[in-house]
């Protein structure tokens, strides 16, 4: 089995900072890719960054403040956010599109969701 399991939400005022962590576990060979989704009320969910190999993009709300980091062999994908505004208010999901232990194919994956509020 392979699992996505987030932590580091919470609330934060505007103008804060917060790190997600996203740690996979499991028989897994190689993550090809990780990236990070949110969703806020009312919307659908959309796509804040990713990255595989060396691309990384970023959704244009929120370049020059997210980031998005990994740590291989861990096994764990990182979201700094920073300069954080209200309009960053979502359910933040962290996704792997990887390769199982013994699997030739790939398959993909998603966390459960981390509640991150920014409020004054």
């Known amino acids: 089995q392979v699992q996505l399991v987030e932590s580091g939400g919470g609330l934060v005022q505007p103008g804060g900072s917060l790190r997600l962590s996203c740690a996979a576990s499991?028989?897994?060979?190689?993550?090809?890719?990780m990236s990070w989704y949110r969703q806020a009320p009312g919307k659908q969910r959309e796509l804040v960054c990713t990255?595989?190999?060396?691309?990384?993009v970023y959704a244009d709300s929120v370049k020059g403040r997210f980031t998005i980091s990994r740590n291989n062999a861990k096994n764990m994908t990182y979201l700094q956010m920073s300069s954080l505004k209200r309009e960053d208010t979502a359910v933040y999901y962290c996704n792997a599109v990887l390769q199982r232990v013994g699997s030739w194919g790939i398959d993909d994956y998603w966390g459960q969701g981390t509640q991150v509020t920014v409020s004054s």
């Open positions: 990255t595989s190999g060396d691309s990384t």
């Open positions: 499991g028989s897994i060979f190689r993550i090809n890719r």
